[in-house]
């Protein structure tokens, strides 16, 4: 059997028409039609960490902030331009009274005037299709920078720079139907046309954004296949929100430590999930982290990735929500609402789209939507081993991890609110 469910398509570029195209183009794309002569700006991250005194030398010379000039500044710049499809500033946006701090946004505009299309959703690896929507398609105007490392470990910023398409670069472009200020796409190496499914390579070209960017509110976050992602081209979002996310400030509970990096358990949030956090480069962490998702991808798991705290900590979320859907085990009242949980949905950023949702959203609500996206207990530890087999954690290892109990569970430090969570909601994750 093959497992389906209708939702509108996100339309994330405005040229992701259904009609075929025609010769010549004309639409100023990123395709062999279009690319001659085409110049993009260049921003070059160094990948690895300088001595302090370096540091102040090299960012005294830097001609561009990354996140303020040129994601965000570029983004309001296309903003100006009239390229998307709506104002998501003028978006009501609100704080869910509760001990959480759910958010909800609501945003009439981002699912209008498209039909709903069926998406396969029982295969989070499928090949990918040149007949359908891809990022070589958007215009121009919609791309904002290249994004890649830099050849002399030094940052820099090149304006206007020429596109080198045989080295494939990643770009930043414009979401043109935003759920945020700032929301953009990073698309790793773009013309290899890759699937969306993570690569070690392209997962730390992500973790690079996110510590170029350098801010608690600017996070990215990865959606596979069957856990909605509706574009088969390998992508990141982005966006900046600033205000701590509830699963941000849920409490984490030691597993162990692999090479470095501590992976824990997610507590007293409804969805299950691991936490990646520290190793001794930022490689190290996106090493595990890639290798996890490359496990989940293999055994055809549906998942979702937020990376937090500029890229030093990392959330991973296999879900059921789309197999559930499909199976027709979601009860009418949450389909009603039309909310797909993706990954910023399961972060605690709640996109609703009907006005009477946004007016009467409680903690209780919210809840209960992701509640029915976790995996169960039962079929979370099993992934759990899954991936840590993957990861080569023995499981020695992570027994010996859980012996140590009391002192492991631990709030993030910046929330000190978190502690006060524990124990109140009756349909919580078991410590
Ligand atoms: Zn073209």
Redesign the pocket.
Known sequence: MMLKIKRVPTVVSNYQKEEAEEGG?G???L?S??LPGAKLHMYAFKTAKKAVSDEIAADSELEVDFLDSLVLGEWEDRMQRGLFRYDVTACETKVIPGKYGFIAQLNEGRHLKKRPTEFRVDKVLQPFDESKFNFTKVGQEEVIFQFGASDDNDVHFFPNAPIDVDNSPSVVAINVSPIEYGHVLLIPRIFECLPQRIDRESFLLALHMAEEAGSPYFRLGYNSLGAFATINHLHFQAYYLATPFPIEKAPTKKITTTNGVKISHILNYPVRGLVFEGGDSLEGLSDIVSDSCICLQENNIPYNVLISDSGKRVFLLPQCYAEKQALGEVSSELLDTQVNPAVWEISGHMVLKRKEDYEGASEENAWRLLAEVSLSEERFEEVKELIFEAISCTVSEVAAAMTTTEESVSSHQSHEDSDTIKGSHPAMVPV
């Open positions: 183009c639409r100023n794309c395709r039609c279009c």
